[in-house]
């Protein structure tokens, strides 16, 4: 019968076999705390970083929240601009107790990592296992990152990878104790957390019917799982009016990507941990396993891989199989008989994951992305709420749909179609901002000179007699410029001058993407 390694809290008598090598219980504790304190370390040198994209998420929270339901701009017809429902459910309560959603997102994310983190270092029964899996996670710059990025990533991360090994378990020992629901209940939070959710659980449940095939148990909370599942699909198609979510018809397929550019990044990226997995088919312990997680990966890796989703940054859709190959590799390094031999492997996987993170393309980016935020969109959004117009004149039209329309409050009109139903089925963007006609309009730009177009959008027809009021520049070739009606004009004007002098004191006011900048932000020397 195929196994997968043994735990870390199984008795050494059962596995005379390794008891020599098997890492004491307290060298386990120990690589534990340092694991964890590394994680703490990068969370809190990356905290800074929020994405735009969060802030849609946390907008829908807030009204509904408010009493306005999970929609975009209240009042209107609901739209589904956002893709992870149980994520923004889980923030609006914290709107009540008035905690800052950021917030809420990092230390909901931490606390998902940490428990990868323990699962990684209490899974494999070596020590060289342990450390290829827990410090290759750890130290990998994207899961800081992605930690505090406010979206849904690392649970997500974390559900797929508990179905996983539970699933692993059941080929293991086909009595485990592994409890008849869970695995069904794990595939309708995965399905609620990201709509591709159910494809990385789809073979841990596979297995589990396999497995279990005669447990009626199985098969009914599997059912139980369908009816809700489908239930919530009928709900939100009923109250939206589309089966999938808004983001869906613009995001996917925003350019051909079939020339293999985000498969050889990925596999660049995590080369030794695929080698590892790959290795891992070749051992008869360790074959059935292996290939779970190797169906897992490829199952949440198939939409991006075949498509070029928009804010990919990091490798983010990458990242939510990577816990799972970190264990995969700590299972093909158990099974190596020479201790050196692993332990030179772990480090070799260590050391190449975290050089590829620092190393990735956006690296030196992202890491810079909170602060830069606070500078532009913040500014913005924020100026934009502290202007003392009458209701019906606080409309804005934006391309980057995040912080601006969140912190503002006003009625945003997504003229990219992420949050515009109009625009995501066809309608002309230029013709939708004729007709919503906003009071401010706020235009992405490579300069600080408007471009002729814009998202497909006629920019001089569309600004007409509007000012330009402010300029925010986020990075060096990364602008937001406002123009507004000359009847609210000078009012958005001081009120942008104000908060973007702020915004100039509270930031380091560098542009260069660059690790020296970030070490220097982080101990308060720029």
Same mark, same amino acid.
């Given at each position: ?49 929020? =994405? ?26 609901? =739209? ?64 800081? =990152? ?277 625009i995501a089925h066809g309608a002309s963007p230029t013709e939708v901002l004729l007709a919503d ?63 973007l002098a702020e915004a100039r004191e509270v930031t380091d006011t560098r542009l260069d993407p660059?690790?020296?900048?970030? =070490? ?7």
């Open positions: 019968m195929l196994t997968v390694p043994r735990r870390a809290d199984t008795p050494r008598s059962e596995d005379p076999e390794l008891e020599d090598r098997e890492p004491t219980r307290r060298r386990r504790t120990v690589l534990l705390v340092a694991a964890l304190a590394a994680l703490a370390a990068g969370v809190w040198a990356c905290w800074s970083v929020t =994405v735009d994209d969060a802030y849609i998420t946390y907008r829908y929270s807030a009204n509904l929240a408010h009493g306005f339901g999970p929609t975009w701009n209240p009042g209107q017809d609901p =739209v589904e601009g956002f893709t992870n429902f149980t994520w923004m459910l889980w923030h609006a309560p914290w709107v009540w107790l008035g905690v800052p959603l950021p917030v809420v997102s990092k230390l909901t994310a931490a606390a998902c990592a940490a428990v990868i983190v323990w699962v990684l270092v209490t899974e494999p029964r070596t020590r060289s296992g342990a450390v290829v899996a827990a410090g290759s996670f750890v130290l990998f710059l994207p899961t800081w =990152v992605h930690v505090d990025s406010g979206l849904e990533t690392a649970p997500f991360a974390l559900v797929v990878l508990r179905a996983v090994v539970l699933a692993a378990r059941l080929l293991s020992d086909r009595s485990a104790a592994v409890r008849s629901w869970e695995i069904p209940a794990l595939l309708l939070l995965a399905g609620t957390l990201r709509p591709d959710g159910v494809l990385g659980v789809a073979p841990a449940l596979l297995v589990l019917l396999w497995v279990r095939r005669r447990d009626r148990a199985v098969w009914l909370w599997t059912a139980a799982a369908g009816v809700v599942g489908v239930g919530y699909l009928a709900g939100r198609w009923a109250y939206y009016g589309h089966l999938l979510p808004n983001t869906f018809y613009v995001k996917v397929g925003v350019e051909a990507a079939t020339d293999g550019r985000w498969i050889q990044l990925t596999a660049a990226t995590l080369l030794p941990l695929l080698a590892f997995a790959v290795a891992a088919l070749f051992r008869a312990r360790t074959a059935a396993p292996a290939a779970l997680v190797l169906a897992s990966c490829t199952a949440l890796w198939i939409i991006p891989a075949l498509s070029a989703p928009a804010m990919d940054y990091l490798s983010r859709f990458a990242w939510h199989g990577f816990p799972l190959l970190c264990l995969a590799a700590a299972w093909a390094l158990d099974t190596v008989e020479l201790r050196r031999v692993a332990a030179a492997a772990a480090g070799v996987g260590v050391v190449w994951t975290a050089a590829a993170g620092f190393l990735a393309p956006d690296a030196r980016t992202l890491v810079h992305y909170g602060d830069d935020l606070r500078r532009a969109h913040i500014a913005i959004g924020l100026a934009l709420a502290d202007t003392d117009l009458p209701a019906d004149r606080r409309t804005v039209a934006v391309s980057d749909a995040g912080a601006i329309p969140y912190f503002s409050g006003w009625t945003a009109t997504d003229y990219i179609g992420l949050n515009d139903e109009r006609d906003p009071a401010v309009l706020v235009v992405t730009s490579s300069s600080p000179e408007p471009p002729s177009a814009s998202w497909r959008t006629d920019l001089p027809r569309v600004l007409g007699d509007r000012e330009l009021v402010g300029v925010a520049q986020m990075r060096p070739e990364y602008f937001q410029l406002v123009f507004a009606k000359p009847d609210v004009a000078g009012e958005v004007r001081a009120s942008l001058d104000r908060r660059g690790y020296t900048r970030w =070490v220097e932000r982080l101990f308060g020397t720029s």
